[in-house]
């Protein structure tokens, strides 16, 4: 993981263009360990200016400024982390990890992006471990499970590295990263080929569209759970609608209330999603878990500020 230097006169001062492309995986590592592109931007941010406050002589004497950086970086979000549980304690509903687009999609910065943008959600690897379902079982954990089992798990950090961030020991940080893939195991649902998670998306799309409450509830669980972001930003139910019939009524509910809505199918943390649209500005942006041949989570994020790379940055 570590990175290199060019080579110089005497021990070489750390390329710059070395040091900027540890950016791009330490955004997606603390993507992963915020569930926020903003706070991971910060955190990224956090770590080079304490690189670059280091003197020129500091800088020469780090063997590997990439793990210099991670363990940095890993240890501010540690600690963004464990304030993030008192800040969410006062959050008005439920927190939901913020929803990211397609890179084709991704609208607070460049669509084609290229590896030199600036915007992190339009340099984060969407795979299996940004997955929404994925990104809320990493709420249940403590801090120090979350960074553990995110470093060896999905980034493959050796746990003699890990415990350098975490200030455990290896063996610690091994039974920390035991405890977080256990959590993951129980919660995993079978994984549905993503053709059929499109077109399972699609026929609830068009069902709500036509205000077709029987077949909204055969598309849904009978216990499946639908949790709504609005951060008290905006109106949306403060507790988790539970059961599919009490989610297609409250979903032919809001059709009523909002007539003009439309809703487009689009890629929600690398799966098919909704994005719900109101004169054209992104409202509302629905991530889906699927059992089977139903849905049985629905998340919908509704905060105007996790919908910053929909909708350009535009509040709503």
């Known amino acids: 993981m570590g990175a290199t230097s060019e080579p110089g006169h005497g021990r070489p001062e750390p390329h710059l263009t070395v040091i900027v492309g540890e950016r791009r995986r330490l955004i997606n ?4 360990l915020l569930g926020s592109s903003a706070e991971a931007e910060d955190a990224v941010q956090e770590a080079y200016t304490r690189w670059f406050a280091l003197s020129r002589q500091q800088q ?3 063997a590997s400024p990439g793990a210099w950086l991670t363990t940095v970086a890993g240890r501010i979000c540690l600690d963004v982390l464990g304030s993030a549980r008192s800040r969410r304690e006062r959050y008005v509903g439920p927190w939901i990890p913020e929803p990211l687009p397609d890179r084709t999609e991704w609208i607070g910065g460049s669509a084609s992006g290229g590896a030199e943008s600036a ?7 969407l795979d299996e471990s940004v997955d929404m379902a994925f990104l809320v079982v990493l709420e249940s954990m403590t801090p120090a499970e979350r960074v553990a089992f995110i470093l060896h798990d999905v980034f493959r950090y050796p746990f003699a590295e890990v415990a350098a961030i975490v200030s455990r020991t290896p063996a610690a940080c091994r039974q920390l990263a035991t405890s977080g893939r256990r959590r993951v ?4 649902t079978p994984a549905v080929p993503a053709a059929g998670q499109a077109g399972l998306v699609r026929r609830f799309k068009e069902a709500w569209e036509a205000r077709d409450i029987e077949a909204l509830v055969g598309l849904l669980d009978p216990d499946a759970t639908m949790t709504a972001d609005g951060g008290g930003l905006v109106g949306t139910v403060l507790r988790p609608v539970e059961g599919g019939r009490g989610i297609a009524q409250y979903l032919i509910h809001i059709a009523a209330k909002a007539p003009g809505l439309t809703l487009l199918e689009r890629t929600v943390n690398g799966r098919p999603g909704l994005v719900a649209q ?5 409202v509302t942006v629905a991530a889906f878990d699927i059992t089977g041949e139903r849905v049985s989570r629905i998340w919908a994020v509704r905060n105007p500020e996790k919908l910053r790379a929909w909708t350009g940055g535009a509040q709503t």
């Open 185 to 188: 195991r129980a919660a995993r």
């Open 119 to 125: 915007d992190p959600a339009d340099q984060i690897v």
């Open 29 to 32: 590592l603390a993507y992963r």
């Open 278 to 282: 109101h004169t054209g500005v992104p």
């Open 60 to 62: 020469e004497a780090v």
